[in-house]
């Protein structure tokens, strides 16, 4: 069932919240079963170096290659308007969420934030909630760093990268600061 929360996202919205919402999942749900999926796709490209698999899931492969791993590849869209955009880390792992609430904020409840406050990061904030939105961070989309902390197993690095401490899916730092549009306009990044 779609939380209320989802059920009013915009459409310029980024993983893993557009994909929670086009599957009608909580965060969670959506972490579990990628990570089924990913890990189906990798074990059959065990022949492969780790570059070749990095590689493997170029979008325009992989939209081919594995019609079912994103909802986006039917509808023939990209997450992000950029060349050469990979999949691999799709479900950035800077991500933070709880599905239950991370922390009241002015009142609202915040589901999700980056961890790592890039700058490129954005909040989308409804009449009570506010969720991280990923739309202009092309972070783990490219090769660079996916290179930087790669393994095999996704759920890996969703969980080791940044200051995550080792829980599956990404566990909450309780001493992050979120920053709301609000409070950005108020500190530096
Ligand atoms: S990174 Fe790839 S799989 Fe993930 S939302 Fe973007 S297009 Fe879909």
């Known amino acids: 069932m779609l939380p209320p929360f989802l059920r009013r996202s915009p459409k310029k ?56 791993f994103c909802p986006l590849y039917g509808m023939n869209q990209k997450c992000h308007d950029i060349d050469k955009l990979n999949c691999y880390l799709c479900g950035c792992p800077y991500f933070r969420y709880d599905d239950n609430g991370v922390q009241k904020v002015h009142g609202k409840t915040v589901y999700s934030y980056c961890s790592i406050n890039a700058k490129e990061r954005g909040v989308f904030e409804s009449g009570d909630s506010i969720h991280c939105n990923c739309s202009e961070c092309t972070l783990p989309h490219r090769a660079g760093m996916i290179k930087k902390c790669f393994s095999r197993k996704w759920e890996q690095i969703i969980c080791s990268c940044g200051d995550q401490d080792g829980v599956f899916p990404a566990s909450i730092n309780s001493s992050t600061t979120i920053k709301t549009e609000e409070t950005k306009a108020k500190s530096p990044a």
């Open 13 to 68: 919205i980024s993983n893993p919240l557009r994909h929670a919402k086009d599957f009608c999942m909580t965060y969670s749900q959506w972490y579990q079963e990628h990570a089924l999926k990913h890990a189906k796709i990798v074990e059959k490209l065990a022949h492969l170096s780790d570059d070749e698999v990095i590689a493997y899931f170029d979008y325009e492969n992989m939209k081919s290659t594995h019609p079912d």
